[in-house]
């Protein structure tokens, strides 16, 4: 088992900045490729960035790219979206997961593990 508790969220203007981090216990996180994904209201939890258990990054979802950047620190067991010119648009809950399989990235239902996902709220 892998518990996984997302930190970071919170309220900024449009243009600012956040960092969201996602702390694993249980298991070392090493052995898992990593996910962000991202809900809003009224909507299906979509894709947002991926990372190799190794670091390479996977991918990330075209309405982010050039502005988050995923990162992981195996030796702290935690990793990272640095989220960067924030639209109002981004706002929604995100949520971290582990994968242990390299196939099907971008679906939810591929993943393992889930955080219980932190909220962010970008005003316009």
């Known amino acids: 088992q892998v518990q996984l508790v997302e930190s970071g969220g919170g309220s900024v203007q449009a243009g600012g900045s956040l960092r969201l981090a996602c702390a694993a216990s249980?298991?070392?996180?090493?052995?898992?490729?990593m996910g962000w994904f991202r809900q809003a209201p009224g909507k299906e939890r979509e894709f947002v960035a991926f990372?190799?258990?190794?670091?390479?990054?996977?991918d990330y979802a075209n309405s982010v790219k050039g502005r988050f950047t995923i990162s992981r620190d195996n030796s702290k067991n935690t990793v990272f979206l640095q989220m960067n010119s924030l639209k109002p648009e981004d706002t929604a809950i995100y949520y971290c997961?582990?994968?242990?399989?390299?196939?099907?990235?971008?679906?939810?239902?591929?993943?393992?593990?889930w955080g219980q996902g932190t909220q962010v709220t970008v005003a316009s």
């Open positions: 997961a582990a994968k242990g399989s390299s196939t099907n990235i971008y679906q939810p239902r591929a993943y393992d593990y």
């Open positions: 249980g298991r070392t996180l090493s052995n898992y490729n």
């Open positions: 990372i190799w258990s190794n670091g390479v990054i996977g």
